[in-house]
Nanobody, 123 residues
Framework: QVQLAESGGGMVQAGGSLRLSCAASGRTFSSYAMGWFRQAPEKEREFVAAISWSGDVTYYGDSVKGRFTISRDNAKNTVYLQMNSLKLEDTAVYYC????????????????WGQGTQVTVSS
């Protein structure tokens, strides 16, 4: 079992920045790839970013490329999502997930999920 807890969400003006954190506990964090997803009201869950267990491979959704950066600190059992140049359409609940990298990127399987953190971008 892996327990995940997101933090760092909040309200920010368009063009601003936020950094989300996802702290993991339970089984060995460094053995899992990690990912971020988001879900806006009345929309399907969307893949945002993923990072391999070692941190040397990353993937991003098209809508966030060049603006968001995923990173991890295995010593702290934490994965981060640095979000810059935020847009109104980035408003959503953001979830982190622990799983195999392929499953995260493809959106398959179950994995372990956190409870989510709300990000609201205002004009």
């Amino acid at each position: 079992q892996v327990q995940l807890a997101e933090s760092g969400g909040g309200m920010v003006q368009a063009g601003g920045s936020l950094r989300l954190s996802c702290a993991a506990s339970g089984r060995t964090f460094s053995s899992y790839a990690m990912g971020w997803f988001r879900q806006a009201p009345e929309k399907e869950r969307e893949f945002v970013a993923a990072i391999s267990w070692s941190g040397d491979v990353t993937y991003y959704g098209d809508s966030v490329k060049g603006r968001f950066t995923i990173s991890r600190d295995n010593a702290k059992n934490t994965v981060y999502l640095q979000m810059n140049s935020l847009k109104l359409e980035d408003t959503a609940v953001y979830y982190c997930r622990a799983d195999a990298l392929r499953a995260i990127v493809r959106g398959t399987g179950l994995g372990y999920w956190g409870q989510g953190t709300q990000v609201t971008v205002s004009s």
